[in-house]
């Protein structure tokens, strides 16, 4: 049975730094792409960004600069470091794992999804 359970989430205050990881199980994810997405309370799930298993990354504009996404292939694991949070970084963040070829912003175009951490920044 595939699983992605995220971990790393909670409250900080603005500024802070977080480290969000994804590990996987199941199967290798060595060829996959794995990305971060995130979704606030009444809003869509939206892209943050994407590890492509040829090793290139990809962000979210909101996040460039002061997210990093990286990924150490021997663990099946994808970790999301972020720095200099801001309020509206909050949000539930999913990590997932796709092989399609369907942009890689849309949600359709991974396979299987985590099912979740909390991340809140207080101002």
């Known amino acids: 049975q595939v699983q992605l359970v995220e971990s790393g989430g909670g409250l900080v205050q603005a500024g802070d730094s977080l480290r969000l990881s994804c590990a996987a199980s199941?199967?290798?994810?060595?060829?996959?792409?794995l990305a971060w997405f995130r979704q606030a309370p009444g809003k869509e799930r939206d892209f943050v960004a994407i590890s492509r298993s040829g090793g290139s990354t990809q962000y979210a504009d909101s996040v460039k600069g002061r997210f990093t996404i990286s990924r150490d292939n021997a663990k099946n694991t994808v970790y999301l470091q972020m720095n200099s949070l801001k309020p509206e970084d909050t949000a539930v963040y999913y990590c997932?794992?796709?092989?399609?070829?369907?942009?890689?912003?849309?949600?359709?175009?991974?396979?299987?999804w985590g099912q979740g951490t909390q991340v809140t920044v207080s101002a």
């Open positions: 997932a794992a796709g092989n399609s070829r369907i942009a890689y912003y849309n949600l359709g175009a991974y396979q299987y």
């Open positions: 199941g199967r290798s994810f060595s060829n996959y792409g």
